[in-house]
T-cell receptor
Framework: GQQLNQSPQSMFIQEGEDVSMNCTSS?????WLWYKQDPGEGPVLLIA???AGELTSNGRLTAQFGTTRKDSFLNISASIPSDVGIYFC????????????WGAGTKLIIKP | EPEVTQTPSHQVTQMGQEVILRCVPI?????FYWYRQILGQKVEFLVS????????KSEIFDDQFSVERPDGSNFTLKIRSTKLEDSAMYFC?????????????FGPGTRLTVL
């Protein structure tokens, strides 16, 4: 089946540091999404990307749709304690109108 | 702000029993989804539903699973004979349409524990 590789698996950083994570796919995607999941809750959409090369910001978060259409990254600048959680990339490939394919998640842990 | 709701928040059942997980999607949404997340693992697509029929389903969604929209508001996932490996968080999501800009909004999930 379709594979999404997300890295790193976890990050243990100091408050105030910048964070970067990325996802790569085995085929071309037409949509890349970044979600955050807090413990015991459902995923919440952070940023949506729809065009190759698109760079979109949401506050301290910035994400880009890779030009090959097979990758995306998410950056968080100046991390704060409430950024802790699991960040998932998800995407939709050219063969599907419906389902989202998900990465395995990046767990962000911030030292105060 | 409208949101997707799910009940119950936690369901414990014995292996072999039937369970029904309930979702109330956002009222003007037309596309509905079920996903599951085994503890510590990634979210996996189960099924999508539109116009009272399944539009897409994954390999996970076998004959033990069924979905229904019994009225104008509820969207349910039924597992006929639960197995231990069905233990997971089950998320419902809904979407206005199929434009790429139409976001899937997720509910808080139902934690299913099969003993």
């Amino acid at each position: 089946g379709q594979q999404l590789n997300q890295s790193p698996q976890s990050m243990f950083i100091q408050e105030g540091e910048d964070v970067s994570m990325n996802c790569t796919s085995s085929s071309i995607f037409n949509t890349w999404l970044w979600y955050k999941q807090d413990p015991g809750e459902g995923p919440v959409l952070l940023i949506a990307l729809y065009k190759a090369g698109e760079l979109t910001s949401n506050g301290r978060l910035t994400a880009q749709f890779g030009t090959t259409r097979k990758d995306s990254f998410l950056n968080i600048s100046a991390s704060i304690p409430s950024d802790v959680g699991i960040y998932f990339c998800a995407g939709r490939d050219m063969d599907s109108n419906y389902q989202l394919i998900w990465g395995a998640g990046t767990k962000l842990i911030i030292k105060p | 702000e409208p949101e997707v709701t799910q009940t119950p928040s936690h369901q414990v059942t014995q292996m072999g029993q039937e369970v029904i997980l309930r979702c109330v999607p956002i009222s003007n949404h037309l596309y509905f989804y079920w996903y599951r997340q085994i503890l510590g693992q990634k979210v996996e697509f189960l099924v999508s539903f539109y116009n009272n029929e399944i539009s897409e389903k994954s390999e996970i969604f076998d004959d033990q699973f069924s979905v229904e929209r019994p009225d104008g508001s509820n969207f349910t996932l039924k597992i006929r004979s639960t197995k231990l490996e069905d233990s997971a968080m089950y998320f419902c999501a809904s979407q206005t349409g199929l434009r790429r800009s139409d976001t899937q909004y997720f509910g808080p999930g139902t934690r299913l524990t099969v003993l």
